[in-house]
């Protein structure tokens, strides 16, 4: 470290610390990957990260999505496990509205 308390060089840099800068920088962390850096222009989540409506959809019709979805829902019910801090997430249905005319549903 520099005499600021900032890092000299790094293993990983990430630009922007949003909800993705934030999970790459946790999952290199996780696996003890090396000196991460996370710089953003502002602070955490200031960007469209910090606008989001947060949804968790599970209804997708593009198998890698529906993979990917489901593997994401298991760490939702899991954060406190995975993460070590809690969280709020409440799992509710949904409903459509299926019509012929919308070859969709």
């Given at each position: 470290?520099?005499?600021?308390?900032?890092?000299k060089?790094?293993?990983?840099?990430?630009?922007?610390?949003?909800?993705?800068?934030?999970?790459?920088?946790?999952?290199?962390?996780?696996?003890?990957?090396?000196?991460?850096?996370?710089?953003?222009?502002?602070?955490?989540?200031?960007?469209?990260?910090?606008?989001?409506?947060?949804?968790?959809?599970?209804?997708?019709?593009?198998?890698p999505?529906?993979?990917?979805?489901?593997?994401?829902?298991?760490?939702?019910?899991?954060?406190?496990?995975?993460?070590?801090?809690?969280?709020?997430?409440?799992?509710?249905?949904?409903?459509?509205?299926?019509?012929?005319?919308?070859?969709?549903?």
């Open positions: 470290m520099s005499g600021n308390g900032l890092l060089t790094a293993d990983f840099i990430i630009l922007g610390a949003g909800v993705m800068g934030a999970s790459i920088a946790f999952h290199l962390a996780r696996r003890n990957a090396g000196r991460i850096l996370v710089i953003d222009r502002e602070h955490a989540g200031s960007g469209g990260s910090g606008r989001s409506s947060a949804l968790v959809r599970m209804h997708y019709s593009f198998p999505e529906v993979e990917l979805a489901l593997i994401s829902l298991k760490i939702f019910h899991n954060w406190r496990d995975i993460v070590g801090e809690t969280a709020s997430f409440a799992g509710l249905d949904s409903c459509a509205l299926c019509i012929p005319a919308n070859p969709s549903c």
